[in-house]
Nanobody, 127 residues
Framework: QVQLVESGGGLVQAGDSLRLSCAAS????????VAWFRQAPGKERAIVAA????????YYPDSVKGRFTISRDNAKNTVYLQMDSLKPEDAAVYCC????????????????????WGQGTQVTVSS
């Protein structure tokens, strides 16, 4: 099992940057694929980034590609989400999610593919 705790959210202005962190418990974190999802009021939860267990493969939807960067430090059991050039439409609660995978290339893109979730951190972007 793994427990996830997000941090780093806050209030920023459009164009600013934020770095979110997802700290995981457990000794086998390097066997988990991890993703960041976001959900704004009245909207569906959506993936914004995912990273394979080794960190060699990443995924971004078009909405954040080129602005968001996901990375991980398995020695620190932490995954990061660097968010640059933030827009008001990026405002949401951001959650990290994890799933144990048996192959390095496994990288689910749907929320149903993850079975461990953090509580989330609020990101607010003013225009």
């Amino acid at each position: 099992q793994v427990q996830l705790v997000e941090s780093g959210g806050g209030l920023v202005q459009a164009g600013d940057s934020l770095r979110l962190s997802c700290a995981a418990s457990g000794r086998t974190f390097s066997t988990y694929a991890v993703a960041w999802f976001r959900q704004a009021p009245g909207k569906e939860r959506a993936i914004v980034a995912a990273i394979s267990r080794s960190g060699t493969t990443t995924y971004y939807p078009d909405s954040v590609k080129g602005r968001f960067t996901i990375s991980r430090d398995n020695a620190k059991n932490t995954v990061y989400l660097q968010m640059d050039s933030l827009k008001p439409e990026d405002a949401a609660v951001y959650c990290c999610a994890a799933v144990a995978v048996t192959r390095s290339f496994m990288l689910p893109r749907l929320a149903s593919g993850y079975n461990y979730w953090g509580q989330g951190t609020q990101v607010t972007v003013s225009s």
